[in-house]
């Protein structure tokens, strides 16, 4: 992947923890009917003409995200977009991993968790990520890239 940036100019990931992978099939209610599979394809549609290289992982193993956020750091990944799932409100292990990390994260929930149950609004890997969307459904994904990738233009932050 590290090549396909390159050629591209900027690779970000976007990655998703337990149960992620079942979108639209997974209680459609709360976190929409649009398949994972289709949230990628419409990502990929919007950010490869901008010269951004996309890079997808999901798992429902916390370490093998742990595993996947370091090895992407080492190959030089400019940022991430993460939906950890159940693991924000249990994860020390991923907190820590996420504080470790050299590229800025930017936490992603479809729904709003801070309107369902008292404990999601709890969260541990936030304040080890650089900004959280949450609420906007498959938008959240690409609101977090948009601003990774102008925290990689000049001037260094995300601009309004």
């Given at each position: 992947m590290a090549e396909a940036a390159a050629a591209v100019g900027l690779w970000l990931a976007v990655v998703n923890g337990p149960n992620l992978g079942r979108l639209g099939r997974r209680e459609p209610g709360i976190y929409?009917?649009?398949?994972?599979?289709?949230?990628?394809?419409?990502?990929?549609?919007?950010w490869r003409p901008r010269g951004v290289a996309l890079e997808f992982f999901q798992s429902n193993h916390e370490g093998r995200?742990?595993?996947?956020l370091e090895a992407a750091a080492d190959r030089g990944c400019g940022g991430v977009a993460l939906n950890p799932g159940a693991l924000t409100h249990?994860?020390?292990?991923?907190?820590?991993?996420?504080?470790?990390?050299?590229?800025?994260?930017?936490?992603?929930?479809?729904?709003?968790?801070?309107?369902?149950?008292d404990f999601r609004a709890r969260s541990?890997?936030?304040?080890?990520?650089?900004?959280?969307?949450?609420?906007?459904?498959?938008l959240g994904?690409?609101?977090?890239?948009?601003?990774l990738w102008r925290r990689q233009r000049p001037g260094g932050e995300a601009e309004a």
């Open positions: 929409g009917t649009e398949s994972w599979e289709a949230i990628q394809a419409r990502l990929e549609r919007w995200l742990v595993d996947y249990q994860s020390y292990v991923l907190a820590d991993c996420l504080r470790a990390l050299p590229m800025p994260v930017v936490e992603v929930h479809l729904s709003n968790i801070f309107a369902r149950e541990l890997t936030a304040p080890a990520a650089w900004g959280q969307v949450s609420g906007l459904g498959w994904y690409h609101l977090a890239l948009e601003a």
